[in-house]
């Protein structure tokens, strides 16, 4: 009966990361096609301006995301080490570069916001802590990744 409950909780916390992780991406998406066809934004303000910020504020809590975990909890093991001052300056450095894409030419800064996603996934798998995720949010994370790396290139190929 505990197994199963413990099951159930575990499918519970899949479904509902799945659902928070999409939900995350969608803005991405949709402001992609926003820059693309600007008369789907239904707001005053220019879709790439949106998709910039958004951007950032995710950067920010990704980054967040990791900080803690240099230095809450020790997540080695005998058959993994993880680097938790990789954790700690990774996640400050990609915080901060995240921040000052305001100051950089929009093309600039969306190509930069792109490398930053993609290196907050590196940081995660040169530290080991990817081998402390479970296999399916593993996965989903690295999909999930070159998801936003896409919508920023493309962005990125459509602005001057």
């Known amino acids: 009966m505990t197994e199963s ?19 995350g991406v969608l803005p991405f998406v949709f402001f992609t096609f926003c820059v693309w066809f600007p008369q789907l934004n ?18 920010s809590f990704m980054a967040g995301a990791l900080w803690p975990l240099g230095f809450i909890a020790d997540l080695s093991t005998d058959k993994r080490q993880v680097v938790r001052s990789g ?39 040169k530290t080991q802590l990817v081998k402390s995720y479970p296999q399916w949010y593993a996965s989903l ?5 070159m998801v936003v790396a896409i919508t920023h290139m493309s962005v990125w190929m459509t602005i001057a």
């Open 5 to 23: 409950l413990q099951q159930n909780s575990q499918n519970s916390l899949n479904s509902q990361v799945r659902i928070i992780t999409f939900a």
């Open 42 to 59: 239904p707001f005053k303000i220019d879709a790439l301006v949106i998709f910039r910020f958004y951007s950032i504020v995710i950067l």
């Open 87 to 125: 954790l700690l300056w990774g996640s400050i450095m990609i915080a901060l570069a995240g921040w000052g894409t305001l100051f950089l030419l929009p093309k600039v800064a969306i190509f930069v916001s792109a490398l930053l996603f993609l290196v907050i996934w590196q940081i995660e798998n």
């Open 141 to 145: 994370r690295a999909g999930v990744t």
